[in-house]
């Protein structure tokens, strides 16, 4: 059974930056495309950020140039180092692994910026 660990959310001013880490149980993990999402009250959950197999990042417009997603192979683990917050970044954030039809969902950590 793969488990996606998120950590490191929390309350932030304005301005302020906060790191999450997922951790992931799968062996693959290598093999795997992983992503950030988040969803805010009364919103759809969306991609914030995702990175290959291979390092290929990508990033939703609101957050470019201010996040930055991460992985570590050798401790199966992506990060999402996260700058220059705003009281819109408030959302619960997923972590997400994709290979082929697997598809893995963390349970969410909570991130909540203070204006």
């Known amino acids: 059974q793969v488990q996606l660990v998120e950590s490191g959310g929390g309350l932030v001013q304005f301005g302020g930056s906060l790191t999450l880490s997922c951790a992931a149980s799968m062996k693959e993990f290598n093999a795997y495309a992983m992503a950030w999402y988040r969803q805010a009250p009364e919103k759809q959950r969306e991609l914030v950020a995702e990175i290959s197999s291979a390092g290929t990042t990508m990033y939703t417009d609101s957050v470019e140039g201010r996040f930055i997603i991460s992985r570590d192979n050798a401790k199966t683990t992506v990060s999402l180092q996260m700058n220059e917050l705003k009281p819109e970044d408030t959302a619960v954030y997923y972590c997400?692994?994709?290979?082929?039809?697997?598809?893995?969902w963390g349970q969410g950590t909570q991130v909540t910026v203070s204006s």
């Open positions: 997400n692994a994709r290979f082929g039809t697997r598809y893995y």
